[in-house]
Nanobody, 125 residues
Framework: QVQLVESGGGLVQAGGSLKLSCAAS????????TGWFRQAPGQEREFVGA????????YYADSVKGRFTISRDNAENTVYLQMNSLKPEDTAVYYC??????????????????WGPGTQVTVSS
């Protein structure tokens, strides 16, 4: 089993920045890439970005490209989501997730097995 815990969420004004962390514990050697998703009230969970196990490849949703950056520290088993130029429409609960397979699209939530409980990000206008 793998446990994931997100942190770093909070309230920020539009144009501000936040850095989310996703700390993993347990059998992390059995996992591969890590993804970030978000879900706003009344909306479907949507892909934000992802990073490969090595950190050499990243993927981003068009809505966050150029504003958000994903990185990872494998020594600390932690993945980060740096969010800059935040907009009110970025308000959501943000989740990190890990895959246990190397196939399947990074963009699809069904490709991930382990999920954290989420952290709230609120961007005020």
């Amino acid at each position: 089993q793998v446990q994931l815990v997100e942190s770093g969420g909070g309230l920020v004004q539009a144009g501000g920045s936040l850095k989310l962390s996703c700390a993993a514990s347990g059998r992390t050697s059995s996992t591969y890439g890590t993804g970030w998703f978000r879900q706003a009230p009344g909306q479907e969970r949507e892909f934000v970005g992802a990073i490969s196990r090595s950190g050499g490849t990243t993927y981003y949703a068009d809505s966050v490209k150029g504003r958000f950056t994903i990185s990872r520290d494998n020594a600390e088993n932690t993945v980060y989501l740096q969010m800059n130029s935040l907009k009110p429409e970025d308000t959501a609960v943000y989740y990190c997730a890990r895959r246990t397979i190397t196939s399947g699209s990074y963009y699809l939530s069904g490709s991930y097995v382990y999920w954290g409980p989420g952290t709230q990000v609120t961007v005020s206008s």
